[in-house]
């Protein structure tokens, strides 16, 4: 059983960068496809990255593209989401995902993965 544990997140103003970080035990990371999801207070879980267990594909929501990038330190077993020139709509907390990866069927979706873990917040000050 995989388990999954979110860090990195913070408050800071907008413009700034922070680095989450989703420290995973159980399991090799890298044998998943793994992706970062987040929710705003009052609305729904969204997409934000994934990679998928290749390494190969990388997919981003249109909102961050160019700003936030996915990776996986095989050596630590840990995700990673580098999260530059930070906007205030980017206020939510952000969950670390991992699951089966499937070319028959959304990844984007929250549905698809398996592990979660409990989130961490990020608030971006105008």
């Known amino acids: 059983q995989l388990q999954l544990v979110e860090s990195g997140g913070g408050l800071v103003q907008a413009g700034d960068s922070l680095r989450l970080s989703c420290a995973a035990s159980g399991g090799p990371l890298n044998r998943f496809a793994v992706a970062w999801f987040r929710q705003a207070l009052g609305k729904e879980r969204e997409f934000v990255a994934l990679r998928r267990w290749t390494g190969s594909t990388l997919d981003y929501t249109d909102s961050v593209k160019g700003r936030f990038t996915i990776s996986i330190d095989i050596t630590k077993n840990t995700a990673n989401l580098q999260m530059d020139n930070l906007k205030s709509e980017d206020t939510a907390v952000y969950y670390c995902?991992?699951?089966?990866?499937?070319?028959?069927?959304?990844?984007?979706?929250?549905?698809?993965?398996?592990?979660w873990g409990r989130g961490t917040q990020v608030t971006v000050s105008p």
């Open positions: 995902a991992a699951g089966r990866d499937n070319i028959r069927q959304s990844m984007r979706v929250p549905g698809t993965y398996d592990f």
